[in-house]
C-alpha cells in the first residue's frame, strides 16, 4: 500500500512555474508506475504526465514541451516541474501510483491505484 502527499500548489501569473511534489510512504516506492493527473472545476479528471519505474516518460500533448515528470527515489518524491504556465492549466493537480499497469501512461487513469489529496494550482 502506498500513501501520497501532494505539495507546492499555488497562484501563479501566465507564463510563470510551478514545481509540484509528491511524497510516498508505504510499500517499495522505486517498483510503480507514477503518474500527475489534474481535474478543472466543472471538467472531468485528465492526465497529465505518467514515470515508469525504469524512468521513461509520456504527457499529454498540452503539457509536452512545458511539463517535466521526474522523481527522486531517494526522497520518496515526485516532481511536475511546470513552467510557461497557461490559465488553462489551472486546476487541482493529483499524483497516482499503480503497479503491474499493462501500460504506465498518463491515459491509462483507471489503472492507478493509490491517489494522494490533490493540491491546488491558479493560474491567473
Known amino acids: 500500500h502506498v500513501q501520497l502527499v501532494e505539495s507546492g500548489g499555488g497562484l501563479v501569473q501566465p507564463g510563470g512555474s510551478l514545481r509540484l511534489s509528491c511524497t510516498a510512504s508505504?510499500?517499495?516506492?522505486?517498483?510503480?508506475?507514477m503518474g500527475w493527473f489534474r481535474q478543472a472545476p466543472g471538467k472531468e479528471r485528465e492526465g497529465v504526465a505518467a514515470?515508469?519505474?525504469?524512468?521513461?516518460?509520456n504527457y499529454a500533448d498540452s503539457v509536452k514541451g512545458r511539463f517535466t515528470i521526474s522523481k527522486d527515489n531517494a526522497k520518496n518524491t515526485l516532481y511536475l516541474e511546470m513552467n510557461s504556465l497557461k490559465p488553462e492549466d489551472t486546476a487541482t493537480y493529483y499524483c497516482?501510483?499503480?503497479?503491474?499497469?499493462?501500460?504506465?501512461?498518463?491515459?491509462?487513469?483507471?489503472?492507478?491505484?493509490?491517489w494522494g489529496q490533490g493540491t491546488q494550482v491558479t493560474v491567473s
Open positions: 497516482a501510483a499503480g503497479r503491474g499497469l499493462y501500460v504506465c501512461a498518463w491515459y491509462a487513469q483507471a489503472d492507478f491505484s493509490y
Open positions: 508505504g510499500s517499495p516506492y522505486s517498483m510503480y508506475c
Open positions: 514515470r515508469d519505474s525504469d524512468g521513461s516518460t
